[in-house]
């Protein structure tokens, strides 16, 4: 068996197929787009042209860390989100009563709060630190490391280096200075991989590895998925990730402003803000694209779902379900009259007939939808998955004629922050914050 989408209920409503045709005929120009950036390695994400290099030089980096209990993950946006996925869907047991580990914990805020009682709990003798930055400059991830690099150095005096594990570009950034000046070990983020294509290089695999997580399977997964485009671009057509752009290029155009992700492999709910962070950040731009929202099931079908199934007629929606649910805890035979119907069945036929029921609701609701059914939930599969969302998310940014690679709307907020804190160079920003300051407030209190 394989994993699918089904398409019956995604041209419906105001979405007609045609809506999608018009944008699979341009199938030619984007398959000569693909086959150009893949020549010239602008897309590792697809061919992972890293592979090699991260087979070799991963197994001897986690033997040595194998002496430590606790990770400490320091990273944000998409130097964190694919990591958190993929720790709750496989190595969920630290989230559980009696685990006795290994811990993965991901420091993605600036929350003094928070860091403080990790650092204040965490034994620097029993923690690697892991420092994840594409840029090597992000100014979160830069203060939690030199926070993190102190403690370490207060305990262990110069045994901290021993603790500290970089990712981070090859050549470039503040952070790969620090691996130069102080021989600290490292892993590469790769050239043109950027923070939210980059879950399965070391950024993801990295944790995913310390977890005792299948990673090898993770990256199986995704090539099977990314090997016909990588093998022959010019049957882009063809491809499940190019049927999914189309469609979502299709529900942008038929003036759908959000796409929902609901995801029925509660495992894998974590799954949902990684995407969120890959859509937005990659096709929000110029007045284009949809909101990603996402909704786990069956939890959210006791919150959000009432607006989605009766809310504004503006959603799309991936339907994302396993084939392979548990068969334990099932009912014995004792339950009440009212409640005989369930005796002798397993647990997980609530979730399957759930979904079933929420799936049929939001197609009578007129919410069209693609179901992404998985064959079962391990890495391998959850691999496959992330490259077809990969894909599917880079082809869509090409059929709304923008770069889905990049995210300059958000260095603004960045440069402003940066200007506010004191560093030098912001001539203009800090103007701008006098000018916005200097605005009169009109306060209610509560
Ligand atoms: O997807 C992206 O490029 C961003 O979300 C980055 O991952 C995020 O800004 C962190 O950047 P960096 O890895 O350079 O610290």
């Not at 020549?39 to 087979?55: D, V």
């Not at 991963?58 to 130097?79: A, C, D, E, N, V």
Request: with cysteine; aromatic share 10%; glycine share 10%.
């Amino acid at each position: 068996m394989s994993h699918s989408l089904e398409w019956s209920r995604a041209y419906a409503h105001r979405l007609t197929a045609g809506d999608g045709e018009r944008f699979s005929s341009r199938q030619e120009e984007l398959a000569a787009q693909l086959a150009r950036e893949l020549a010239s390695g602008q897309l590792p994400f697809l061919n992972m042209p890293y592979r090699e290099k991260l087979l070799h030089d991963l197994p001897p980096l986690i033997s040595r860390l194998k002496q430590f209990k606790h990770m400490l993950l320091l990273g944000i946006g998409g130097s964190a989100l694919g990591a958190r996925a993929i720790q709750r869907a496989f190595a969920p047991g630290q989230d559980g009563p009696n685990h006795a580990g290994p811990w993965l914990w991901i420091a993605d805020n600036v929350c003094a709060k928070t860091f403080e009682a990790l650092l204040g709990k965490l034994s620097p003798a029993e923690t690697a630190v892991v420092c994840i930055s594409k840029s090597g400059g992000t100014i979160e991830t830069l203060a939690q490391y030199f926070l993190a690099r102190e403690w370490l150095g207060k305990a262990m005096g110069e045994r901290w280096k021993e603790h500290m594990i970089i990712v981070t570009d090859r050549e470039k950034g503040y952070l790969r200075e620090e691996v130069g000046r102080f021989d600290l070990s490292s892993l590469e983020v790769p050239d043109f991989l950027g923070g939210r294509y980059s879950a399965l290089s070391a950024v993801g695999m990295l944790p995913a590895a310390f977890l005792g997580i299948d990673w090898q399977a993770l990256l199986d997964g995704a090539l099977d998925v990314a090997r016909p485009l990588i093998r022959d671009p010019a049957g882009l057509g063809r491809h499940p990730s190019f049927s999914l752009a189309c469609w979502a290029r299709a529900l942008e155009e038929r003036q759908y402003s959000q796409l929902i992700f609901f995801c029925y492999i509660p495992s894998w709910a974590a799954y949902g803000l990684w995407f969120a962070q890959l859509w937005a950040e990659s096709l929000g731009k110029e007045g284009k694209g949809t909101m990603p929202v996402p909704a786990v099931g069956v939890t959210d079908q006791h919150s959000v779902n009432q607006m989605f199934l009766d809310g504004p007629r503006d959603k799309g929606c991936l339907f994302l379900t396993g084939r392979s649910q548990p068969k334990c805890c099932g009912f014995g035979q004792d339950l009440p009259d009212k409640w005989s119907w369930l005796a002798g069945k397993p647990f997980s036929n609530l979730l399957e007939a759930e979904a079933l029921g929420t799936r049929m609701a939001l197609a009578a609701n007129a919410v069209p939808i693609v179901h992404i059914d998985m064959d079962d939930d391990g890495p391998r599969a959850a691999g496959a998955l992330m490259m077809l969302l990969e894909a599917a998310t880079v082809f869509t940014g090409w059929l709304l004629d923008i770069n889905p690679l990049d995210q300059p709307a958000v260095e603004l907020g960045k440069r402003l922050a940066n200007a506010r804190l004191g560093a030098g160079g912001y001539p203009e920003e800090n103007a701008a914050l006098s000018a916005f300051l200097a605005v009169p407030r009109q306060e209610q209190t509560f």
